[in-house]
């Protein structure tokens, strides 16, 4: 009885941890297994009977909560499978002001899946995974020929634009994050969205410098430093004068790093 209770619960374990990978490979919400019972009801039916639909909370296997909704706008119907968040809100009453927090479900943040649809044909259009912090980052897929074509947009820009998949459409409307990345791994620049927190220790250390001088700035019109650090009018690059009491303040470097000395900074570089 030992023994089959020892392999009972050394499948279970099995079972969790291949679930447990599935989501936390990415850091990702996944709203996939949850997508599997929409398909008809809200990706294929028609318009008319999506309106019928009230928006849903669904919960996956390990606890995320997704809100599945509709969105419509002049020629197109979204609908939203998005992810949980919690947002601290101000609410004003006669007892004055007061901070609560409260339960959202943003389109547009790490883990949401957005299908976009015609509005005349009920046609999908594209579908969108949202993956990044930054939701100027997704990628998304739109049916030419009955198969997907990738789309990875930065910022207002394609990194990678139309790219055959060669998978049917209708596969991501099930997919998850994890067979996204699987699928294309190959064919977008995934490690255009890579943030390596070490490479950019001196950007945050000049950073800080700028925050600590904020109080001591001072904001002139047409003014600018030449490559001498002579003070110039930008407009004709002649010598400008600057007032007493705008001379050169000393500004403290946080020393956050090693071998990096206190500097002279005059404020109004800033």
């Known amino acids: 009885m030992k023994k089959r209770s020892a392999v009972f619960l050394g499948i279970l374990v099995l079972a969790l941890h291949s679930v447990f990978a599935d989501y936390n490979k990415s850091g990702v919400a996944d709203s996939s297994e949850i ?16 309106r019928m639909n009230r928006p849903e909370i669904r919960t996956n296997s390990i606890g995320q909560k997704f809100q599945v909704r509709l969105e419509e706008s002049e020629d197109f119907f979204s609908i939203f499978v998005a992810p949980y968040a919690r947002m601290e809100i101000d609410v004003y009453s006669d007892k004055g002001k007061s901070t609560e927090m409260q339960e959202v479900y943003p389109g547009d943040v790490p883990g949401s899946w957005v299908l976009v649809r015609d509005k005349k044909s009920g046609a999908p259009l594209r579908i969108r995974y949202y993956f990044a912090s930054d939701s100027d980052v997704f990628v998304q897929f739109s049916p030419v020929n ?15 634009r139309g790219v055959p998949t060669g998978l049917p459409f209708e596969r991501f409307y099930t997919a998850s994050f994890a067979d996204i990345q699987k699928w294309t791994a190959n064919i977008l620049p995934w490690q255009y969205t890579q943030v390596y927190k070490d490479n950019y220790h001196s ?54 790093q090693e071998g990096v000395s206190k500097k002279t900074y005059d404020s109004s570089i800033y």
Do not use: H
């Open 35 to 50: 997508r599997r019972n929409l398909v008809e009801t809200w990706f294929e039916a028609p318009l008319s009977a999506v």
């Open 146 to 160: 009955k198969t997907g074509c990738a789309d990875f947009v930065c910022y207002n820009c394609y990194a990678a």
């Open 203 to 256: 950007s945050l250390q000049m950073i800080e410098v700028i925050r600590a001088a904020l109080p001591d700035i001072v904001f002139t019109d047409d003014a600018m430093y030449d490559e001498d650090g002579e003070p110039v009018y930008i407009s004709s690059g002649k010598k400008r004068t600057v007032d007493e009491e705008d001379a050169v303040d000393e500004i403290d470097l946080p020393l956050s």
